[in-house]
């Protein structure tokens, strides 16, 4: 960076200083977030944010830019299928090195946002910031709130990096640092309804991902031939039944000082009143099965938990002996794999009988298998008809849909 460049960004530059302060949306004047989800699911859930109110959403690497008021967030934490967490905009503006992010931390208005009482954890991410150690930024962030809580009210805020009432999160740039809170808590992929959870279990909003990509409706069979602990079948029977992703869950936005219980405890019984309403009136076409005896129980504890016990069909069987129970309909599973359950010799073979098994079995069928290693999409030898790439955690994935007809399919 040039000298002239050097002064221009700094942050201890009076004429350059940047506001630090929650900024408003240049299209309507409302709040600004960042909604995070899996790579891959953004345009989803940009389309779902707004139906869900948003205004001005915008897909980016990792999540969704969108705008809004604070009340928002009580209904996009409640409902949103894809989303990660909810993050609110507090300060945006230019840095040159540690200390320009400590003084503009320090300048943000935490003791209006948070009491002191509350423990408070830094998380924070970057790219292609010059900055190396992102532990030394945390604790920078993490002393420039406490210090500025003393400043006002004579006492710091403690950490919690375990359980924290308040998470803060920092986003770097090359040049730019971002400060948000986070209105979800705990991950919101954390629906609260794995009661009896297998090992690597599919990250339930990934699994909402999946039938959104493959299109799934309510009036359309599907079928899970490696259901595990039920994921993919409780999202879809959650989706029909109009149950709210969230309801069981407690959000950090309840300890932010904006927060208005009247108004959340009104969005909890609507939901409420929808899930009780859409449980009874649905009539579905579940099937999940699963080699595996602990996962079978695991996904009817979990299913019993939800009250969707009449609306999916689990049982005790072997993904090659899986077998249509209509002339069409989806398929949408991920089988085992390395990562997942430890290297395995015999996964080629276990996917090339099961693609044996949907050829022979699922004519007039669209099968989608998410595959979590890539090299295993070879031992599939069907033709595929899309290949979506995705994310679960931090493993890259191929959700690839396959058309499947009578005869021959192969390459």
């Not at 408070?120 to 406490?146: E, G, M, N, Y």
Request: glycine residues 8%; charged residues 20%; hydrophobic residues 45%.
């Amino acid at each position: 960076m040039s000298s002239s460049s050097h002064s221009r960004y700094s942050a201890r530059d009076s004429k350059a200083q940047p506001a630090w302060a929650p900024l408003r949306g240049a299209a309507t004047g409302e709040e600004c977030f960042f909604a995070t989800c899996p790579r891959g699911l953004e345009a989803g859930l940009a389309v779902e944010l707004e139906k869900l109110g948003a205004k001005s959403a915008r897909a980016t690497d990792g999540g969704v830019a969108f705008e809004g008021r604070l009340d928002l967030v009580y209904t996009i934490n409640l409902w949103s299928r894809l989303a990660s967490r909810v993050l609110w905009q507090v300060g945006v503006g230019r840095y040159r090195d540690q200390q320009d992010i400590y003084d503009a931390a320090l300048r943000l208005r935490w003791p209006q946002w948070f009491a002191v009482a509350n423990t408070i954890r830094v998380h924070v991410t970057a790219s292609r910031s010059p900055l190396t150690s992102l532990d030394f930024i945390t604790l920078k962030i993490k002393d420039a709130v406490c210090d500025r809580f003393r400043t006002a009210v004579g006492e710091r805020t403690s950490v919690d990096t375990a359980a924290p009432d308040v998470r803060i999160h920092a986003f770097l740039t090359a040049d730019t640092c971002t400060f948000y809170l986070d209105t979800s808590g705990e991950a919101l992929f954390k629906r609260g309804y794995r009661q009896d959870a297998l090992e690597a279990p599919l990250r339930e909003n990934l699994a909402a991902g999946l039938l959104k990509l493959a299109g799934w409706n309510a009036a359309l069979p599907l079928v899970d031939p490696f259901c595990g602990s039920g994921t993919i079948l409780i999202e879809a029977a959650m989706m029909a039944c109009d149950m709210a992703p969230g309801f069981s869950r407690v959000f950090g936005f309840r300890r932010l000082a904006w927060f208005n219980a009247e108004a959340w405890q009104a969005a909890q019984e609507d939901a409420a009143r929808r899930g009780e309403a859409g449980r009874a009136a649905a009539v579905l076409q579940l099937y999940g099965s699963d080699i595996s005896p602990p996962a079978i129980t695991a996904a009817r504890v979990n299913v019993a938990g939800l009250g969707l016990g009449a609306l999916i069909e689990l049982r005790l069987a072997d993904a090659l002996t899986a077998t249509a129970p209509t002339a069409e309909g989806l398929i949408i599973t991920n089988p085992p794999y390395g990562v997942r359950l430890g290297t395995d010799e015999d996964l080629p073979a276990l996917y090339a009988a099961f693609a044996d098994t949907l050829k022979r079995n699922f004519p007039g069928w669209r099968a989608y298998v998410l595959c979590g290693e890539l090299a295993l999409m070879k031992a599939i030898r069907l033709a595929p008809s899309r290949k979506i790439p995705l994310y679960n955690g931090t493993l890259e994935c191929r959700l690839v849909e396959y058309r499947l007809v009578a005869g021959s399919n192969r390459k």
